[in-house]
């Protein structure tokens, strides 16, 4: 069966014409004109296995698609005739799986979509999408006393912590060791869904309670019956929204849109956010009532650089995930990944690791390359350096490159430099083909061999 990939652009001639591509490389193509239309696809429960997103687009850009897809598996390649260094590094920290600059070639696209559709399969099957706690630091251990308190109850928990701490991870290991293991887990991202669709999707609707209600909807609190409902990024919830979902906390019952009376929900709550929910209340944004009814049962999950020593049991269990458990960490690389300060947590060290596990060669990972890699935002930057491995980047020369186009140069040049200028393994190493990087090795006036 062929790997499906959505096409994501406003441009219709753009999509046709990768529609003829992308078919001659064997995948099955499916489309969406906006944004507005990718995230259905995407949140799916068949979502695609990779996506071309355009940055670009009228309405709902490229940006807000990775900030909305929520929980998507879909690995995304985002692309555009706009590129700006700048740009890229804000996809990449939405979990962007790569970055290309329109016009593409088919001969780098084809190569990079498989790659992309590899690392998912890769991922299911080893079983690693299943949320796990790695480490066992005293902050760690703090939380573990903390989901064993709080497993066996009722109660409603709230996690706080940085984007990438793991708060998921921390809802689902509540509800597995809680007496509702039996029954759904069901997640809702409140920063994916349109602030007009919020309490349908929460406590669902009538047939034509409003247009485009064309039939009955249970709504996550009944969808979630007898387990636990996790609403992410709480902070997002509509002020108006807010007192019905008091409401529901503390009488366990909704009203459906439309509907003329009120249904029993069993189920419990536990909610999470990366902002100051107290720094809402006082600027008008979050009511102070709800914030209290949430503080009975918080906790805070601590970000990377204040549990340093998880980092290496991390490092390996990802490694693991990324299909690249073979791969051995030398002791400058251990000493890189333990003196960085991960402002992107586990989601960051994920995303070096991939990129690391690309450019290793033979079975080790060493200092510079992790080096290179945490430095390097997106592809990887020729001019970067950091004073120490692994803290803030800074660049070597003010002509610091600016395009994409300077920055693909740059980082062929690095990955050509580091090989010894073979081409044949710098080829493997960029993921594309020797005649693809011998003609842009040409194009730079660089003798490609």
Partial sequence: MSARVLVVDDDHAFRFAMRKALTRLKFEVLEAASGEEALPHLRSEEPPEAALLDLRMKGMDGLEVLRRRGSSPTRIVVLTGHGSVEAAVEAMQLGAFSF?????DADVLGP??????ADGARERESGDDTPRLIGESLPMAEVRKFIQTVAPTDETVTAFGETGTGKEVVARTIHATSARADGPFVAMNAACVPGELFESELFGHKRGAFTGATADRLGLFREARGGTLFIDELGELPIDLQPKLLRALET???????????HDVDVRIIAATNRDLWDQVQEGRFREDLYFRLQVFPVRLPPLRERRDDILPLTRHLLHRVGAADLELDSGAQKALVAYDWPGNVRELLNVLRRAALFAEGNALDGS?????IAASVFGHSG???ERPGMKATTATDASPKSLAEVERAHIEQVLASLDGNITKAAVALGIDRRTLQRKLRSYGIDGG
Avoid: H
């Fill in 100 to 104: 290309l600059e329109k016009p593409v």
């Fill in 112 to 117: 990079l979509l498989r790659q992309a559709v």
């Fill in 252 to 262: 366990r019952r909704i009203r459906p849109v439309g509907d003329s009376k009120e």
């Fill in 369 to 373: 390359l992790i080096g290179r890699m």
């Fill in 384 to 386: 970067v350096t950091s």
